[in-house]
């Protein structure tokens, strides 16, 4: 079922999964292809912040590099789909900063309790992928350009193939 928009005000309102963890503009009708880039955007540089401060507890590592390596990467997807939301009229949100800080207490907190941080790390950002993965395929269900579709599908083609440079990592520790 396809709505003409939906509102999407700042703090996170009603959006397609039925809220967001985004500050956007206040008030804003926005088509559900608007809220779905929006919120992918955001998935994407929550992505990219959570890599890199997971990179930082981790120190000089393997697993340290391939989190800096994907955090630029999803950091460049994010500035790729701004402009393509840009295209459509609309600003992108921004990740929520005090969300951010409760999930790097909450990554800390598990990395140290489980005694393994390395591995503690790797499976929460496999989790982080997976809902990059549901967010892109919400994207990739909406009516968008052909320029816009041909990046969400190469970024679902890289996507796939850093949620397996992860598994490799993850299944290497044990």
Known sequence: ?????????????????????????????????????????????????????????????????????????????????????????DMPSVPDPEWEVLQNWKERLRAGLGGSAPEALLAAREEGEKALAQALSQALQQDLAPAAREDLQRMQGLLAQGRQQLADAHASRA
């Not at 956007?24 to 992505?47: F, M, N, S, T």
């Not at 697993?63 to 840009?86: D, P, T, V």
Request: a neutral charge.
């Open 1 to 89: 079922m396809s709505r003409a928009g939906v509102l999407h005000p700042s703090g996170g309102g009603l959006s397609s999964n039925g809220g967001s963890r985004a500050r956007g503009v206040c008030g804003v009708w926005r088509e559900d292809k608007q809220v779905a880039l929006d919120e992918l955007i955001v998935a994407c540089r929550e992505a990219a912040d959570r890599y890199r401060y997971d990179a930082q507890l981790l120190g000089e590592s393997a697993i340290a590099e391939l989190f800096l390596r994907l955090a630029e990467e999803r950091q460049g997807w994010a500035e790729r789909l701004e402009r393509r939301l840009r295209e459509l009229g």
